[in-house]
């Protein structure tokens, strides 16, 4: 089965510019996840999509980045205006269900390549 | 906060060594725990994972790891390391979301 697709895969701008990412997971797939891992850290969750519905956004910095999915499939995330600490990869996973925070046998996040954000 | 510790960053080993990579979590309600690999060039992809049941969970590619409830840890083993294991492993608890820690990159010697 084809995986989950990211573009662009590199992406480099100037501070204060705006950025966007896409992402379409897997066929079938309801739940969407973006995260952001910084060099030499671990991916950190920005917000995770259920359908068309955000599950959770708690660490998403609204001020600045915006997600959207909006028929319940592909998604896209957006940086407006960049500053260099977003310099990161972003990666997009998706699974089959996440159900009220309980999770299934099945539960399993499948990841992108990610995007690689150079903020300069 | 939840968190996830994994104490070795850099890990350096020959080919038929022994491996064990530390992971400690502080949460302490139920979780799920699992263990992500990143070889070079490619997506992070599951090794494997516990949700319940027999605490030693085996994995792919010869991997396996133990759960120690009383210890929070979730420990990474396999007892010949291969060339091709070189990669970035990172442990991963969900309580509510996947958090991970910041990943232990093992460098393996022909």
């Known amino acids: 089965e084809a995986g989950v697709a990211q573009s662009p895969r590199y992406k480099i701008i100037e501070k204060r510019q705006s950025v966007a990412f896409w992402c379409n997971p897997i066929?079938?797939?309801?739940?969407l996840y973006w995260y952001q891992q910084i060099l030499g850290q671990g991916p950190k969750l920005l917000i995770q999509?259920?359908?068309?519905?955000?599950?959770?956004d708690s660490q998403l910095p609204k001020d600045r980045f915006s997600a959207e999915r909006l028929k319940g499939v592909d998604s896209t995330l957006k940086i407006q205006p960049a500053k260099l600490e977003d310099s990161a990869v972003y990666l997009c996973?998706?699974?089959?269900?996440?159900?009220?925070?309980?999770?299934?046998?099945?539960?399993?996040?499948?990841f992108g390549p990610g995007t690689r954000l150079t903020v300069t | 906060a939840q968190s996830v510790s994994q104490h070795n960053h850099h890990v350096i080993l020959s080919e038929a060594a022994s491996l064990e990579l530390g992971c400690n979590y502080s949460?302490?309600?139920?979780?799920?725990l699992f263990w992500y690999v990143q070889y070079p060039g490619q997506h992070l992809q599951l090794l494997l994972k516990?949700?319940?049941?027999?605490?030693l969970v085996k994995g792919i590619k010869g991997f396996e790891a133990e759960f120690i409830k009383s210890k929070f840890s979730f420990n990474l083993r396999k007892p010949s390391v291969q060339w091709s294991d070189t990669a970035e492993y990172f442990c991963?608890?969900?309580?509510?979301?996947?958090?991970f820690g910041t990943g232990t990159r093992l460098q393996v010697f022909p």
């Open positions: 996973a998706s699974s089959l269900e996440l159900t009220g925070g309980v999770f299934s046998s099945g539960y399993e996040q499948y």
């Open positions: 066929s079938g797939h309801a739940t």
């Open positions: 999509f259920q359908n068309n519905g955000v599950v959770d």
């Open positions: 949460y302490g309600g139920t979780v799920n």
């Open positions: 516990y949700f319940s049941g027999d605490p």
């Open positions: 991963a608890v969900n309580p509510d979301k996947l958090i």
